[in-house]
T-cell receptor, first 113, second 109 residues
């Protein structure tokens, strides 16, 4: 019954590595989102996409980029991982419009050493 | 842009008692207010939502109230059970969801 799938639950990467976090949804949702979750800071929006090949910066896009080549897949890219990007990353999707709840994946806990 | 404040950050209640979590928002254009529950090791899951044309919504032991004039909304959980222990997030949406900081709810047996 999994609808938003994140490719990895845990990742450990070295400083300076290029990191790819993958997210796939099977609900034909138009919108897809990447958040990071840190204690006491809640969920902060990194990037989002309303359509294929479309992307918009969220509140904390620095150090990240995204790719959406297909409707069901939204990738988060850390061009050169740093220790301050150690966090829980959550992908979500929703129907187009602002009156729909999001469906979240289970998250990827990334540690950069 | 929208700003959502959530209180308290931690809440501990005895099993069977009620729990209340409160949120305020800043953008009067927000018209959709969902609540999410995040259990350990899982992503947040939508548990209830309310739209701006409704003042209250109930689903079994959980209810949400909305006061658009004061720009605040609350989650009420009655007859709490151990499985209610989790982190709860509120959110408000004018164009996209903005989340509160989260409340860690602990139910003591």
């Amino acid at each position: 019954d999994v609808k938003v799938t994140q490719s990895s639950r845990y990742l450990v990467k070295r400083t300076g590595e290029k990191v790819f976090l993958e997210c796939v949804q099977d609900m034909d949702h138009e919108n897809m989102f990447w958040y990071r979750q840190d204690p006491g800071l809640g969920l902060r929006l990194i990037y989002f996409s309303y359509d294929v090949k479309m992307k918009e910066k969220g509140d904390i896009p620095e150090g990240y980029s995204v790719s959406r080549e297909k409707k069901e897949r939204f990738s988060l890219i850390l061009e050169s991982a740093s220790t301050n990007q150690t966090s829980m990353y959550l992908c979500a999707s929703s129907f187009w419009g602002n009156n729909y709840g999001y469906t979240f994946g289970s998250g990827t806990r990334l540690t950069v050493v | 842009g929208e700003n959502v404040e959530q209180h308290p950050s931690t809440l501990s209640v005895q099993e069977g008692d009620s729990a209340v979590i409160k949120c305020t928002y800043s953008d009067s254009a927000s018209n959709y207010f969902p609540w999410y529950k995040q259990e350990l090791g899982k992503g947040p899951q939508l548990i209830i939502d309310i739209r701006s044309n409704v003042g209250e919504k109930k689903d079994q032991r959980i209810a949400v109230t909305l006061n658009k004039t004061a720009k605040h909304f609350s989650l009420h959980i009655t007859e709490t059970q151990p499985e209610d222990s989790a982190v709860y997030f509120c959110a408000a949406s004018a164009q996209k969801l903005v989340f509160g900081q989260g409340t860690r709810l602990t139910i003591n047996p």
